[in-house]
């Protein structure tokens, strides 16, 4: 928490909004993607999804596959509680939407379902593209599966398994988005990503979560910004942006949303 706490105040003395981003390509981004106001009517969905999950207060075992948790001490949580703590914010969650839409990303994919708040923006901003999303924990699985079939997300495909397991059988599938949002270690983090190099195309866009969650997921953080196939970052502070645009300059920004 400390270390969160001291990433975040160097993040405000460093970042910026789009005055002095001389890049068209991430001026527009963040001008007409992470600071357009609209009120999507699509807003509404993902806000009755993020109800319905906090009014449900079934227990479930839950298999640790990642980092592990900061907040829970067993194995035995209620689903309202795992949407309120593990879950994409309701901030994030439009913000995931408003990326999908402004790429027009058809084929995205995502690590870490959990109950699928994030699945669902993706899948309602994408909806005649698919979304692939890989949970390893089999009831949060079942939870997140019996949701999305409830809010009609027949564009997504859910896959109950471990990361690496997963990765490994993608092969020549394309993604033109991917969201990492599970198991945050330094390792795990680049191998992930490392692998996913081979599902991309030149227009991708991999976006990392938490990259300031831990000195070593800053450190992994600090690896894909200085790969060499990687052009374009952005440091949100709470999501990493890796772009591999060839014809962008080599540049990282860090911009506040
Ligand atoms: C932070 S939660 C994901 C939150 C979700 N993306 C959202 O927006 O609400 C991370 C999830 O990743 C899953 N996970 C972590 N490491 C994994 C691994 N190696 N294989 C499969 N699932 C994993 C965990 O079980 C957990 O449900």
Redesign the pocket.
Known sequence: MLYQAKQYLKFLKKSTNQHGVHSPFVYNLVTQCFYNKTKYKDYTTLKQYRESLYKNNTTIS??????GSRIFKTNQRQVSK??KT???TKK??QLLYRITNYLQAKNTL??????????VALSLANKNGNVTS????PE?AQIAKQQLEAFHCKNTTLKT????TELHQLNTSVFDLI?I???HQKE?TLHYFESLLHNIHNDSLIIF?DIHWSASMTEAWQEIMKHPKVTVTIDTFFWGFAFFRKEQEKEHFTIRV
């Open positions: 839950v298999t640790d596959f990642g980092a795992i949407a593990a879950g994409i994030r969650a995502e690590l870490g379902t959990s109950l699928g708040l994030a699945t890989i949970e390893g924990c949060t398994s471990n990361f690496n969201y949002d599970g198991n795990a979560d």
